[in-house]
């Protein structure tokens, strides 16, 4: 038997969801197929630090990296289509797997989708006003299958020009792979303290996150015999200071982890929602602005659904506020094997293609 190949096209701005998602199925299609060969094609550098399992992956300039080098613009392009050019022609998957945009969100797939026999497009909740932009909207009609990972809550259904399997939230591991809170806590060096907030900025990316994420930690740490706050920062982080007396943490993956927190502050990015939603952390969500992603309405959402509480400002008393709320908070829970029934469906549209 010949092994099947698969190319994952992922690329992320801000944050890492895009490359987490099809990190997640990469891993899920190991499990149920013996002879697979995978290939990341990515710009984000934040790749070597999710892959928890080894993939072999290509990658050039993320256009603000390619900028810092002195690169215009058109010559940066250039190099992303030959190298994903050259990568498929090389490669020669069966199967390519692509994250939310069709032919990327720069255009990187304009013109080679169709050189890969089956394509399927993962496609996460895009804002309504701006689904017929050009990055969500171009290419769709060259993709065989969407694959739509859910997002609890009222979410009206996106109209694609394709078939479309809803599968439960796709993000890297499930809960019921994280450790023990005792354990957990051991590995991050938190033990012997009495409550716990996680404070996270998202990917990384967004220094504007960041200085949230740190002034929710300080309002935290304000709190008279409160929590022991805990600013997490992404993948992604680079020079962004931490407030003096607020302990940091660079861990990634963090989500095997998560059990160790009593509460979590977060923005509202799907990856994160989803990972600290699955570990059952009493969440509070707070929404950035993003171009294509309604983080605004994702916190509504999981406010709505009981999963969540959404901050719509950080200071003082809506941060103490939330924290008292998070020691009566129930333990959320949402769906899993997203990423499962995602692999599933693409073994069933590999299987139409070579019966």
């Known amino acids: 038997m010949r092994p099947m190949r698969a190319l994952l096209f992922a690329n992320d701005g801000l944050g890492a969801g895009h490359l987490a998602r099809v990190l997640a199925i990469a891993r899920a299609l190991r499990r149920k197929v013996a002879l697979l060969e995978l290939m990341l094609a990515t710009t984000s550098q934040a790749d070597a630090l999710l892959a928890v ?180 920062m992404g993948p992604l982080a680079r020079g962004v200071s931490t407030p003096r007396g607020i302990r940091r943490l660079e861990q990634t993956p963090l989500q095997p982890l998560l059990a160790a927190f009593d509460g979590a502050i977060a923005p509202a990015g799907y990856n994160l929602a989803h990972e600290l939603a699955k570990a059952g952390v009493p969440l509070v969500l707070f929404a950035r602005p993003r171009p294509y992603d309604d983080q605004e309405g994702r916190a509504s959402r999981f406010e709505h659904a009981g999963i969540a509480r959404a901050l719509t400002r950080i200071d003082d008393e809506t941060v103490t506020a939330a924290v008292a709320w998070m020691e009566r908070a129930p333990r959320p829970s949402i769906a899993a094997g997203g990423a499962d029934r995602a692999a599933e469906a693409l073994l069933d549209l590999v299987a139409q293609g070579a019966a």
């Not at 990327?104 to 394509?119: A, Q, T």
């Open 53 to 232: 399992e080894p993939i072999a992956s290509v990658r050039w300039p993320a256009p603000v990296m390619a900028r810092r080098s002195g690169w215009p613009d058109n010559r940066r392009a250039d190099v992303a289509a030959r190298v994903v050019r050259g990568a498929i022609e090389a490669f020669r998957p069966h199967l390519l797997v692509t994250d939310t945009f069709p032919f990327g969100p720069h255009g990187e797939l304009s013109g080679v989708v169709r050189r890969v026999p089956r394509r399927a497009l993962v496609r996460r909740s895009v804002r309504p006003d701006r689904a017929a932009e050009a990055p969500p909207a171009s290419g769709l009609r060259d993709y065989e299958l969407a694959i739509v990972p859910d997002d609890p809550g009222r979410l009206a259904g996106e109209a694609l020009p394709m078939p479309v399997v809803r599968v439960p939230p796709i993000t890297l591991f499930e809960a019921d792979e994280g450790l023990g809170r005792e354990e957990a806590r051991e590995r991050l060096g938190l033990t012997g303290q009495e409550r716990v907030i996680l404070v996270c900025s998202g990917g990384g990316g967004d220094d504007d996150a960041a200085l949230d994420a740190a002034r929710a930690a300080e309002a935290i740490a304000r709190i008279p015999r409160g929590p022991c706050p805990v600013l997490a």
